[in-house]
């Protein structure tokens, strides 16, 4: 069975720091473009970032360019999103999706095939 399982969430302050985590089953998470969306309460799921399947390529919404980092851990089957000087509009449910052989530059809901279940971010004083 393929899952996709998000983790890592949580409350923070302004400027904090937090580390997500998308862990795959039944599937090799290098071969997949991952994608990592969020969602605040009233607003559509945006894409912040992404990894690609077929060389590694990044992309980052400019919303969080030079504050989040993508990686991938083959070993541990694993996409890590380092998310440093959170703001509170950075609050919302983070998910991330996979797919192959999806480019980033469709970092859209409509293209990913597979989704975790989110973890909720939380950026308050």
């Known amino acids: 069975q393929v899952q996709f399982v998000e983790s890592g969430g949580g409350l923070v302050q302004p400027g904090g720091s937090l580390r997500l985590s998308c862990a795959a089953s039944?599937?090799?998470?290098?071969?997949?473009?991952i994608g990592w969306f969020r969602q605040a309460p009233g607003k559509e799921r945006e894409g912040v970032s992404c990894i690609s399947g077929s060389d590694g390529t990044t992309y980052y919404a400019d919303s969080v360019k030079g504050r989040f980092t993508i990686s991938r851990d083959n070993a541990e089957n694993t996409v890590y999103l380092q998310m440093n000087s959170l703001k509170p509009e950075d609050t919302a449910v983070y998910y991330c999706?996979?797919?192959?052989?999806?480019?980033?530059?469709?970092?859209?809901?409509?293209?990913?095939?597979?989704w975790g279940q989110g973890t909720q971010v939380i950026v308050s004083s």
């Open positions: 039944g599937v090799t998470l290098e071969y997949y473009t």
């Open positions: 999706a996979a797919d192959i052989g999806i480019p980033c530059s469709l970092l859209v809901r409509e293209s990913f095939g597979s």
